[in-house]
């Protein structure tokens, strides 16, 4: 027997089926819009296979949408840098707009100057804080006409006791250090000004006899340098110009104008100063004070006149304080530039040159940074326990430039045996240690500088060159 498929729904299934009719297989497929069973198992397996297919093309898609993820990501970061760069821009341009906005409307709403309508010295009329000029913050609205009420009322004036004795609480007491008449005040001055300020009102609220004495300094020295600077800018002149009349003159209306300019500023500040004891280190009296106290101190021994080394300024004319003098340390050669010279000038350097002894054929070996001074030298001074120069002590040097100037060789303890050549040529009118060493051996002093930094007529074929063309050697 040849064995059937039988189906669950439609029962038996023949072996092979009958042949449909072409016509009915066309009218099957154009006039029915749902599968036959035939077409749906075969669709079914076609969309197995479609299926596996796409799983195995969407397995490979996923690392290609990861590429492009990351693609976008950067592209987005790129994008916000450009975003950035143009921001500046449009920010400038905006801020630009806002500004003249701005500015538009606050000429529309400006108000005219402030005018004070206090009377001078008298206490300040409050106004409403309706008043235009009050609405914000106006430092001058608010500020003007005080000082000049507090000052006429005295408030800051020491105030003692019915019998004219400082008061139970004790006294507090500042001097203002003086400020320099050489120009205008600056911030320092206002910082230190205020902390003052702050310690003198608070000993005045806490009820001692206060006072805070204000003034002014003449410093002359800088006020000239000032001065001078000014003439040769505006005019083109120096001090000698003028003379010594004009320039005093000039001088001291640099003094009023600079004066007036700091006590008013100092006024501008609030400061509490007593006033009516102000003084300039130049009045009358303080100048009276000053002579006073240097005739008692030389009258006691304590001071007295004498030749002295002295710091001087050729461009001033000047002797200048050791405190205005800055000193610098060099650890080899170095180029400075000078003012008058048209190069910088060689320092730190260490020249040796001999000095031949009278009447031998010996000579001794000295070593130097300021090889000019050697036209001063008087002198030469060895260590007297330096076996090497001890025959020598005593006898005299000749000056190779000077005709005539013969130095004698002295021992000191102040040489240092090890350092240098162990010899030390001495220069007593120009420099601090050899003048002590003149001094103590009784040696000559012998200028060579004018006034002006040029070799003056001690300094043989040198003189009229200016010192350090000389120390180069020109």
């Known amino acids: 027997m040849t064995a059937r498929a039988v189906d669950d729904k439609i029962g038996p299934v023949p072996a092979e089926l009958p042949p449909v009719a072409e016509k009915t297989i066309t009218t099957l497929v154009v006039g029915s819009s749902n599968p036959t069973p035939t077409q749906d198992v075969g669709q079914h397996t076609l969309h197995g296979k479609a299926e596996g297919a796409q799983a195995e093309k969407g397995a490979k898609s996923e690392k290609e949408l990861e590429r492009e993820r990351k693609k976008a990501e950067k592209q987005a970061k790129f994008d916000q840098k450009k975003a950035k760069a143009k ?46 000029y009050y609405k914000a913050y106006n430092p001058l609205a608010v500020e003007s006409a005080w000082y000049a009420w ?16 400082v008061k139970e609480e004790g006294s507090f007491v500042i001097v203002e250090p003086p400020p320099n008449v050489t120009g205008n005040l600056h ?20 009820g001692k006899t206060t006072l805070w004495l204000p003034g002014c300094d003449h410093a002359s020295i800088s006020t000239q ?26 001088v001291w209306d640099w003094k009023t104008e600079y004066h007036q300019n700091i006590n008013r500023v100092l006024r501008k500040m609030g400061g509490s100063f007593d006033w009516t004891r102000e003084a300039f280190t130049m009045d009358e009296n303080c100048t009276a004070a000053v002579l006073e106290t240097f005739v008692k101190l030389h009258e006691e021994g304590i001071i007295y006149r004498a030749n002295r080394l002295v710091n ?15 000193n610098k340390e060099l650890s080899g050669r170095t180029l400075i530039d000078i003012p008058g010279y048209d190069k910088k000038v060689e320092f730190g350097i260490i020249v040796h040159f001999r000095y031949e002894i009278q009447g031998t054929d010996e000579t001794i070996e000295v070593a130097t940074t300021r090889p000019e001074t050697m036209l001063g030298d008087t002198g030469i001074a060895v260590h007297p326990d330096d076996k090497r120069y001890q025959h020598l002590i005593g006898k005299i040097a000749i000056h190779p430039f000077i005709p005539g100037r013969l130095m004698p060789i002295v021992a000191d303890d102040y040489v240092e045996k090890d350092f240098g050549t162990g010899a030390v040529k001495i220069t007593p009118a120009h420099n601090a240690n050899d003048f002590t060493l003149g001094s103590r051996h009784n040696l000559e002093f012998i200028n060579i500088l004018t006034d002006d930094g040029r070799m003056n007529e001690n300094a043989g074929p040198y003189a009229g060159q200016k010192r350090f063309d000389v120390q180069a050697g020109h």
């Open 187 to 206: 911030m320092g001055h206002a910082l230190g000004n205020a902390l003052q300020d702050v310690m003198i009102r608070y000993n005045r609220m806490c």
């Open 87 to 132: 921001a500046p821009v449009l920010t400038l341009s905006a801020t630009k707009e806002k500004k003249a906005n701005t500015e538009s409307k606050t000429e529309k709403n400006a108000l005219p100057p402030y005018v004070e309508e206090t009377p001078t010295g008298s206490k300040k009329i409050i106004k409403s804080f309706d008043d235009p």
């Open 225 to 250: 340098s000032v001065v001078e600077n000014m003439l040769w800018r505006r005019q083109k002149k120096t001090r000698h110009d003028l003379g010594r009349a004009k320039f005093t003159e000039v």
């Open 150 to 165: 507090w000052e006429k009322e005295g408030f800051f004036k020491p105030e003692f006791t019915a019998d004219g004795k």
């Open 312 to 326: 001087w300024r050729t461009k001033l004319n000047t002797a200048v304080s050791n405190l205005e003098v800055v």
